[in-house]
């Protein structure tokens, strides 16, 4: 099926940095979904946003809804070594499908 | 929150035999699930989508008769591997959206699979 453009594909960052992601797309969708994916488990579901413009925070992580509802972004702030692994986008298109991005590798560097 | 739990999380079986793993959503009622494949250090790659009651839609690519998709009730499929090759082994996941057209998905743990 279609993937999102997701970027950087990877990132080694010091601990105590911040990370930023994004997920863009060249049609719109209604929801975005962002994942976490730990090595040998399924992706837990992190952030979802259902309306353009919506910015929604989970504990050190912000996301954010664009207002042209052809992006998102991810943010987490002042990294530890437990957010190490890979990060996902998902949207969910106006005809009820669904779409991923290839994913961010995320290595955080004590 | 939502939960898709997966059985089993790790099998080894024999090349040529099947091999059968579910996906249930536990508290939730799911019209729609999916199911993936993921090699090592790559995206997921969605192989069919599962519709409760009727049958499963393949990506391209994907061998319907390899792959036997069955979604017999609002919070069960399975996938079945028939004749299983060494090239099968992969991580297996599913994901189910709640309701009939929820608009979040909630993946299960993931299964091993491991052909010899």
């Known amino acids: ?110 | 929150g939502a939960v898709v739990s997966q059985h089993p999380s790790w099998v080894i079986c024999k090349s040529g035999t099947s091999v059968k793993i579910e996906c249930r959503s536990l508290d939730f009622q799911a019209t729609t699930m999916f199911w993936y494949r993921q090699f090592p250090k790559q995206s997921l790659m969605l192989m069919a989508t599962s519709n409760e009651g009727s049958k499963a839609t393949y990506e391209q690519g994907v061998e319907k008769d390899k792959f036997l998709i069955n979604h017999a009730s609002l919070t069960l499929s399975t996938l079945t591997v028939t004749s299983a090759h060494p090239e099968d082994s992969s991580f297996y996941i599913c994901s189910a959206r709640e309701g009939a057209s929820g608009n979040t998905i909630y993946f299960g743990e993931g299964s091993w699979l491991t052909v010899v």
């Open chain 1, 1 to 110: 099926g279609q993937q999102l453009n997701q970027s950087p594909q990877s990132m080694f960052i010091q601990e105590g940095e911040d990370v930023s992601m994004n997920c863009t797309s060249s049609s719109i969708f209604n929801t975005w979904l962002w994942y976490k994916q730990e090595p040998g488990e399924g992706p837990v579901l992190l952030i979802a946003l259902y309306k353009a413009g919506e910015l929604t925070s989970n504990g050190r992580l912000t996301a954010q809804f664009g207002i042209t509802r052809k992006d998102s972004f991810l943010n987490i702030s002042a990294s530890i070594p437990s957010d190490v692994g890979i990060y996902f986008c998902a949207g969910q298109s106006p005809g009820n499908q669904f779409y991923f991005g290839t994913g961010t590798s995320l290595t955080v560097i004590p």
